[in-house]
């Protein structure tokens, strides 16, 4: 089974803080996501990564940065957080371009709530 | 760009009844169609999917039909229990052209059932 795993379930952060918010996957995946949801809003897209060190900017992507230096690892970077960046952010990853579309399916972790204060 | 429209929650629903959840998509080409299913705490599990037109997705009883003349995947239950009591994602998927394609999610729609 793909296993997405999220290092925090919970997170309690001040204003100004830098964040970061780790995701893992043991699947060999290429691609790895970063999405926030929020009620009535539903799930938008921050940033996502096709390869090591390769990243592309999502729907939402102000106000944040990732960083992929190993293929299973995918973090993403609150630089100073303010109270409208409270949200629950979720990781997804999924196989890479050798894999035809649409069998790379995404797979999720269970998400971290942040809190900022 | 590409935008769904989903059925807005909540819905409460008594066991044994119907489910339908309404979802349309405007999207450029002809995109792959997921349903998203998020239980209480949990991130987001695949729910079924269907890759053409006229394609029926189907898994734990849920069924959803791409229909491209309509645009729409309406998703579908015959007999709903408790545990389908969650939040469903209706996310048409396109290309991103970048090695990978992205989803886009509709608003989610909240299911309880109660017994």
């Known amino acids: 089974d793909v296993k997405v795993t999220q290092s925090s379930r919970y997170l309690v952060k001040r204003t100004g803080e830098k964040v970061f918010l780790e995701c893992v996957q043991d699947?060999?995946?290429?691609?790895m996501f970063w999405y926030r949801q929020d009620p009535g809003l539903g799930l938008r897209l921050i940033y996502f990564?096709?390869?090591?060190?390769?990243?592309e900017k999502g729907d939402i992507p102000e106000g944040y940065s990732v960083s992929r230096e190993k293929k299973e690892r995918f973090s993403l970077i609150l630089e100073s957080a303010s109270t409208n960046q409270t949200s629950m952010y979720l990781c997804?990853?999924?196989?890479?371009?050798?894999?035809?579309?649409?069998?790379?399916?995404?797979?999720f972790g269970a998400g971290t709530r942040l809190s900022v204060l | 760009g590409d935008s769904v429209t989903q059925m807005e929650g909540p819905v409460t629903l008594s066991e044994e009844a119907f489910l339908t959840i309404n979802c349309t998509y405007t999207?450029?080409?002809?995109?792959?169609l997921f349903w998203y299913v998020q239980y209480p705490g949990e991130g987001l599990q695949l729910l079924l999917k269907?890759?053409?037109?006229?394609d029926k997705g189907s898994n734990k009883g849920f069924e959803a039909t791409y229909r491209k003349e309509t645009t729409s995947f309406h998703l579908e239950k015959g007999s709903v229990q408790v545990s389908d009591s969650a939040v469903y994602f209706c996310?048409?998927?396109?290309?991103?052209?970048?090695?990978?394609?992205?989803?886009?999610f509709g608003k989610g729609t909240k299911l309880s059932v109660i017994p």
């Open positions: 997804a990853s999924s196989l890479g371009l050798a894999v035809p579309f649409p069998k790379n399916i995404q797979y």
């Open positions: 699947m060999d995946h290429e691609n």
């Open positions: 990564s096709y390869d090591v060190k390769m990243k």
């Open positions: 999207a450029t080409g002809y995109p792959s």
């Open positions: 269907a890759t053409k037109a006229d």
């Open positions: 996310a048409p998927a396109r290309n991103s052209g970048a090695g990978s394609y992205q989803l886009t």
